[in-house]
């Protein structure tokens, strides 16, 4: 297995200079299969029976749509489809890590998570979202509760989304780096005395994806949550 992390095939494009080429590919490759995921869901409803992929996929949905709805009163019912969407996307990007694309000699894979190409203009969208959306009561809440304290306030508002995409590039990050050192250590045959640490290391890469698994799980909901709260600031009292 030889795989170079954090070194990414470049795409020169005009004004916007050299772009991780292998990200936007596996971005896109992502997308095309929540739009998928979406359609068999769909298909599903032709039927008069309820299915076992209905109640799973009901199940996330209205968890969600619960969390969002009681945080944000309900004027934050229109933006349920926006959070159901934001942590499907995010769980796909962060799981698809898993599949030994790049290994492979392909020209995409790995979590597009792991960049921070993506996990940047992920947070910066949800921050302007708040700001597009609320702007006078998000301006009104910089000056709260004190007008002297607007200064922490504003640094306090422009660290949110570096913290944000900050958070979900490191867990996915060091999750993959993880793997990768485990899985080097088994293919180079490494002996310590009469000891095979190789072999003695043979079953961990699998506990490190199932463990991987559950981080991007987390991270998905984590980022989803964090953009609820964010909405629910923004709103102030108006909710």
């Known amino acids: 297995m030889h795989e170079n992390l954090g070194e990414h095939i470049l795409w020169h494009l005009p004004v916007l200079g050299d772009v991780h080429a292998d990200t936007i590919v596996t971005t896109w490759i992502v997308m095309a299969l929540a739009l998928a995921f979406f359609a068999w869901i769909g298909a599903s409803y032709r039927s008069a029976y309820q299915t076992k992929r209905q109640v799973v996929v009901e199940g996330v949905v209205n968890y969600i749509a619960d969390l969002a709805t009681s945080t944000l009163?309900?004027?934050?019912?229109?933006?349920?489809?926006?959070?159901?969407?934001?942590?499907?996307?995010?769980?796909?990007?962060?799981?698809?890590?898993?599949?030994?694309?790049?290994?492979?000699?392909?020209?995409?894979?790995?979590?597009?998570?792991?960049?921070?190409?993506?996990?940047?203009?992920?947070?910066?969208?949800?921050?302007?979202?708040?700001?597009?959306?609320?702007?006078?009561?998000?301006?009104a809440h910089l000056f709260q509760p004190f007008p002297a304290l607007v200064l922490i306030n504003v640094i306090e508002e422009f660290s949110r989304p570096l913290t944000l995409a900050a958070r979900l590039f490191f867990n996915i990050f060091v999750g993959e780096l993880l793997f990768i050192i485990i899985a080097s250590i088994v293919t180079e045959h490494i002996m310590i005395g009469p000891v095979n640490l190789s072999l003695a290391v043979t079953v961990v890469p699998f506990f490190i994806q199932f463990f991987n698994f559950f981080v991007g799980t987390v991270q998905a909901f984590v980022f989803t949550l964090l953009a609820i709260v964010y909405f629910s600031l923004a709103m102030g009292d108006s909710h």
């Open 73 to 139: 009163g309900p004027r934050g019912e229109p933006y349920v489809p926006f959070f159901i969407a934001l942590f499907v996307f995010i769980f796909l990007l962060n799981q698809f890590g898993m599949l030994p694309f790049k290994p492979l000699g392909l020209p995409f894979g790995g979590s597009p998570t792991a960049d921070l190409n993506t996990t940047v203009p992920l947070a910066i969208s949800v921050w302007l979202a708040t700001w597009v959306l609320f702007f006078r009561t998000h301006l």
